[in-house]
């Protein structure tokens, strides 16, 4: 079983930097596709980046440009790297891996999810 923690949410003004973190424990996962995803009230939970177990990126085009996905596989962490941060970024972040390795980061089933952290952008 896989354990992960969110961390680094918070308030910040619009065009600021935050760096969110995802500590998974339980096992390795340096070979999962792991993601972020964001949620507000009353809507679905969005996709925003994923990184393969080969340092590939995917990003929503929301936040292309502006944020930065990366890990260490020796920490066993995931990070978010959101610069230039507008309010509509406002939302809880969750950080998300797969169960089972794969090809490629489009192809990815996030089973093992965080409980969220919250990010709000104020104007």
């Known amino acids: 079983q896989v354990q992960l923690v969110e961390s680094g949410g918070g308030l910040v003004q619009a065009g600021g930097s935050l760096r969110l973190s995802c500590a998974a424990s339980g096992r390795t996962i340096s070979d999962r596709i792991m993601g972020w995803f964001r949620q507000v009230p009353g809507k679905e939970r969005e996709f925003v980046a994923g990184?393969?177990?080969?340092?590939?990126?995917d990003y929503a085009d929301s936040v292309k440009g502006r944020f930065t996905i990366s890990r260490d596989n020796a920490k066993n962490t995931m990070y978010l790297q959101m610069n230039s941060l507008k309010p509509e970024d406002t939302a809880v972040y969750y950080c998300a891996a797969d169960r089972f390795w794969r090809a490629t980061i489009q192809r990815a089933e996030y089973y093992y999810w965080g409980q969220g952290t919250q990010v709000t952008v104020s104007s």
């Open positions: 990184i393969g177990s080969g340092f590939g990126t």
